[in-house]
């Protein structure tokens, strides 16, 4: 009784753990581990390390583009690149100081939960609960599991500085005194914009641009004539401007288009801009690409401001933010390892590897255990039961042959 007591504990045990290992196997929001290389420190920024699979990442993002500019594989290249990474990898490590400077306050267990409910959603919304298939997405945008975890507790942070300067007082909070911050810092344009797409003409483009600009400064057609795409000339190819234009805050656009808004006056020619090349959206497709603007400045009245405010309000805060961020990444600095110096080739980077999930091999081992002492103890109960009822037998013998 105690033997057969036994083994169904040990069954159970095993049963137990099998559907553990079963849990963690489909669980989509487990986090996937990195390889050795992966985990590799390829430099600092500030008291934080920076690991070789964001680097890694970000070299694929820059590279296509680098590569067409200066050559690939160049010493022209290689410098152009470093000097890139270095300068870009520094803007999650600034978002991480500018959280600790502000005192930001968070619970390192609800934000881990709040980081595997977004990979959960991810992989719900975009992948259909495939979890392999995010995985394989992963690989394909030079991602590992483990850098889309750290962008996305960064990005949690950041959403808690505006708290965080509120309680600082360091936020406008008096309506009159925000009114007064958007005359004095926002600007509100329309625009008319030509996309440089793939294998099209440039020249042709900017010269597109150079007539519209023409048109405009001419009175021979309006901003909105010209944004409407008016069958005498299709200028415009922003196809979701808002019809009574955009408001631009300080620090929130592409830095050529922000210089050049802020560059305008009234009253016109001056508040019109001359064509210039910038970044921008490709409204059909979401790519972004270089396009050629000719901007105009418009009036900012208490009735669009009235009309706009949560979203000016935003604006705002995010405007203050990305200036304490700009700052704050001037003070920062990329400083490679030695692994980065002396044996990291920027011309024949290894993809990152997933790494051995040793809580899978935990559940595994612990399993292949049970199972080995249920076998045991299995064995030992046969072959104890099989030499009871030999014995049993033989006294029957013996006591029919007494009888006899």
């Known amino acids: 009784m105690k033997k057969s007591s036994f083994c169904i504990k040990a069954t159970s045990l095993f049963l137990a753990l099998f559907a553990l290992l079963s849990l963690f196997g489909c669980n989509k929001s487990r986090e996937v581990p990195v390889d050795s290389l992966g985990k590799t420190v390829v430099g600092t920024v500030g008291d934080h390390d920076v690991y070789y699979d964001e680097f890694y990442f970000l070299y694929n993002n820059y590279a296509p583009s680098l590569s067409k500019e200066y050559g690939e594989g160049t010493p022209e290249f290689e410098a152009a690149m470093w000097e890139t990474i270095s300068k870009n990898i520094i803007s999650n490590y600034a978002i991480l100081e500018l959280c600790e400077d502000a005192g930001v306050e968070y619970d390192e267990k609800k934000l881990e939960d709040d980081v595997q409910k977004f990979i959960d959603n991810t992989i719900s919304a975009s992948f259909d609960g495939d979890r392999d298939a995010y995985l394989e997405n992963l690989d394909e945008n030079y991602l590992t599991d483990r850098y889309v975890r750290f962008t996305a507790k960064v990005d949690l942070l950041y959403e808690l500085l505006p708290s965080a300067y509120a309680k600082e007082g360091l936020l406008i909070e008096d309506e009159i005194d925000l009114y007064k911050y958007y005359y004095d810092n926002f600007r509100l344009v329309k625009h008319i914009m030509i996309v440089n797409g793939e294998g099209e003409d440039k020249e042709l483009n900017r010269a597109n641009a150079e007539k519209a600009r023409e048109l405009l400064l001419s009175g021979q057609m309006t901003i909105d004539e010209l944004i409407g795409g008016s069958p005498a000339f299709n200028s415009n190819e922003d196809l979701l ?147 009871k009822k030999k014995l049993l037998r033989s006294l029957l013998f013996q006591k029919g042959k007494n009888n006899d």
């Open 241 to 387: 401007i808002p019809a009574d234009g955009y408001c631009i805050a300080p620090g929130t656009m592409d830095k050529t288009y922000e210089d050049a808004v802020f560059s305008l006056e009234d009253p016109f020619p001056k508040n019109i801009s001359k064509v210039i090349e910038a970044t921008g959206e490709d409204s059909m497709t979401g790519e972004r690409h270089s396009a050629f603007y000719v901007i105009k400045l418009l009036p900012l009245t208490s009735q669009y401001i009235d009309k706009h405010y949560e979203d000016l309000h935003d604006d705002y805060i995010g405007s203050f933010i990305n200036e304490k961020l700009e700052e704050k990444k001037a003070e920062l600095t990329f400083v490679k390892s030695d692994f980065a110096e002396n044996e990291l080739d920027i011309n024949d980077l290894k993809a990152p590897e997933k790494g051995t999930d040793w809580i899978i091999v935990g559940l595994i081992i612990g399993a292949a255990v049970v199972v080995i002492a249920v076998l045991t103890v299995v064995l030992i109960f046969v072959f104890k039961n099989r030499k």
